[in-house]
């Protein structure tokens, strides 16, 4: 089951939403931007509980 998430694109700021697939528990890909198209890198972990967290960061983030 996919589910809606709200993020901010590290390049331009806007807030897109993201569809996240939180029956995996730990998961990294790349999405582009809806606004700019410049690809933004996700790092979602879901815990025992359901609750996400996402990491959003652009090419160049440590």
């Known amino acids: 089951m996919l589910t809606p998430h709200a993020i901010d ?3 331009c ?3 897109i939403e ?5 029956s ?3 998961q990294q890909y790349i999405e582009d931007c809806q606004v700019c198209c410049r ?4 790092s979602v972990e ?10 959003a960061s652009g ?3 440590a």
């Open 39 to 42: 690809p933004i890198t996700l």
């Open 46 to 55: 879901v815990d025992e509980d359901g609750a996400v967290a996402v990491r």
């Open 18 to 22: 993201i569809l996240l697939d939180a």
């Open 9 to 11: 694109c590290p390049y």
């Open 13 to 15: 700021g806007e807030s």
């Open 59 to 61: 090419e160049n983030d």
């Open 24 to 26: 995996i528990s730990s």
